[in-house]
């Protein structure tokens, strides 16, 4: 009995759920203590209201057969999409007042982040810049430094030639996440650094949810909401107006 038999040998063990849904990309992770024991990622477009259900049924699967349950749920609490946020905090909150059980938010830029300084090992003094895609040339964005400290932060704005131009002429700055892409041809700079491909997933939550979770820091479950930074725009479809003239 695997589970058991590590609870009793450390009383401070826990079990999270994280899930991540601020992107197209869906993604759900098991963790107890230091160990991973699930994790799925779909990057095949939006389909959270698909996949999320099931990828959370079958975390909370492996460890019902030993009888327990999770101790605390994370979620990714934005920015990022509306729709994606709503999905992954309702099924978060859900599974909360189900179990009993508090809840921890990680801000989906700091995600970013702590994926990157983690595993790019970047020169000391790096900067790094998430970006999500806000639309046209806007990006949801934070900076922090080497310690995952914000040294500037989350703000929508819309990216120029000049708005990192003061942190370039400091430091090295490392752009990533699904807002980079589209910056290069912008941000012209040899302190500038882009990397591609770099998402936001609920594996990487595990070391942040466990930092929260012994700490103490959880949501109120019945108020909380995503950091959506900008108000949900409701636009009518395109075949719908075609149709009208």
């Given amino acids: 009995m695997y589970f058991k038999t590590r609870i009793l040998q450390d009383y401070y063990m826990s079990c999270l759920l994280a899930i991540e849904t601020a992107t197209t ?36 699967n492996v460890v019902a057969s030993e009888g327990l349950k999770p101790d605390a749920v994370a979620v990714s609490s934005g920015p990022g999409s509306y729709t994606g946020l709503r999905i992954g ?13 508090p809840l921890i938010s990680v801000p989906t830029l700091e995600i970013l982040a702590s994926k990157v300084i983690a595993e790019k090992k970047m020169p000391s003094q790096t900067l790094y810049c998430s970006m999500l895609d806000a639309r046209r040339m806007e990006v949801y964005a934070a900076i922090y430094d080497e310690n995952l400290h914000p ?9 120029t030639a000049d708005t990192y131009v003061a942190f370039l002429k400091e430091n090295r700055v490392c752009f990533f996440g699904n807002g980079a892409a589209k910056c290069k041809e912008v941000i012209v700079s040899e302190q500038a650094i882009f990397l591609d491909d770099i998402h936001p997933l609920a594996i990487d939550m595990i070391p942040l949810s466990r930092n929260y979770f012994d700490k103490k820091q959880f949501e109120d479950v019945a108020y909380f909401e995503p950091n959506y930074l900008k108000d949900f725009i409701a636009t009518i479809p395109k075949n719908k107006v075609l149709g009208n003239l």
């Fill in 25 to 60: 990309v869906c993604s759900v992770a098991l963790s107890y203590n230091n160990d991973i024991l699930f994790n799925k990622e779909s990057f095949e477009g939006p389909s959270h209201a698909a996949l999320l259900g099931v990828y959370v049924e079958e975390a909370l």
């Fill in 89 to 101: 905090v309702s099924v978060a909150k859900g599974l909360c007042f189900g179990y009993g059980i």
């Fill in 151 to 159: 040294v500037r932060d989350t703000m929508a704005e819309i990216v």
